[in-house]
């Protein structure tokens, strides 16, 4: 079993930044790929970017490429989630995701993990 707590959401203008952070617990982190999601009010789960067990492969969704970056830190059980140029659409619950599964990225982007936080809101004023 894997637990896994969010945080560094917050209330941000347009235009800044914010730092997530998930916290892994109960099993070795470095065998998990992680990946980040997120929920706006009224949509539907969106996939953010994705991080193979090593760090060594990344993937985003186009709506975040170029402005977020996802990395991890394997001797902290940790994952982040840096959050640059954030835009009002980017507003929205920031859930973090863990799975063993070798195909990460087609299990991510079928929503498909073995954990999930509970996820840290993020809101963006225009």
């Known amino acids: 079993q894997v637990q896994l707590v969010e945080s560094g959401g917050g209330l941000v203008q347009a235009g800044g930044s914010l730092r997530l952070s998930c916290a892994a617990s109960?099993?070795?982190?470095?065998?998990?790929?992680m990946g980040w999601f997120r929920q706006a009010p009224g949509k539907e789960r969106e996939f953010v970017a994705a991080i193979s067990w090593s760090g060594g492969m990344t993937l985003y969704a186009d709506s975040v490429k170029g402005r977020f970056t996802i990395s991890r830190d394997n001797a902290k059980n940790t994952v982040y989630l840096q959050m640059n140029s954030l835009k009002p659409e980017d507003t929205a619950v920031y859930s973090c995701a863990a799975t063993g599964g070798y195909y990460y990225t087609d299990l991510f982007r079928a929503f498909k993990a073995d954990y999930w936080g509970q996820g840290t809101q993020v809101t963006i004023s225009s």
């Open positions: 109960g099993r070795t982190f470095s065998g998990l790929a």
